[in-house]
């Protein structure tokens, strides 16, 4: 029996999730998988297209799960970009994917570059998030 199955959830800060929701949907082509009021927070998921099994949760930094304190905080580490949560993605196409993101406005760290693992590149969403996609070599 092996303890677990998959990893069904994966967590980023952000500062405003409406913004959010913009960039990773809007710009990025993710789809919303879950977007509801939970009363003491929002709970947002995004996923990749097709692949509801593993969402990422944009979660503004507050209670229940932090003091106002702690929050104040983390919002400050954000805004610095020294909290920044890191995303991988593959992609079929890493230069045709990185020229559509670049007419989108996205704004990228790193250009496609060939390592040797694949070609892939860097960007950062508007909260100080860390992405990269990579297209894997054959």
């Known amino acids: 029996m092996r303890m677990f ?7 980023i800060y952000v500062l405003d999730q409406d913004e959010a929701l913009d960039f990773y ?4 082509g993710l789809e919303v998988n879950t977007d509801i009021d939970l009363g003491m927070m ?7 297209p097709g692949h509801p099994e593993r969402q990422i949760m944009l979660e503004k930094p507050g209670g229940p799960a ?3 304190e702690t929050a ?6 954000v805004t610095k970009g020294a909290t920044g949560g890191h995303l991988i993605f593959s992609t079929d196409d890493c230069r045709k994917t990185y020229e559509t993101l ?8 790193e250009e496609p570059t060939e390592r040797p693992y694949g070609t892939d590149c860097g960007l950062r969403d508007p ?6 996609f990579t297209q894997p070599k054959a």
């Open 72 to 77: 104040q905080q983390v919002r400050e580490l």
């Open 66 to 68: 932090m003091s106002e």
């Open 127 to 132: 909260f100080g998030n860390h992405i990269r």
């Open 25 to 28: 949907v809007g710009k990025l």
């Open 5 to 11: 199955n998959a990893i069904t959830h994966s967590q």
């Open 42 to 48: 929002r709970w947002l998921t995004v996923s990749v």
């Open 102 to 109: 670049l007419s989108k406005g996205v704004e990228f760290t």
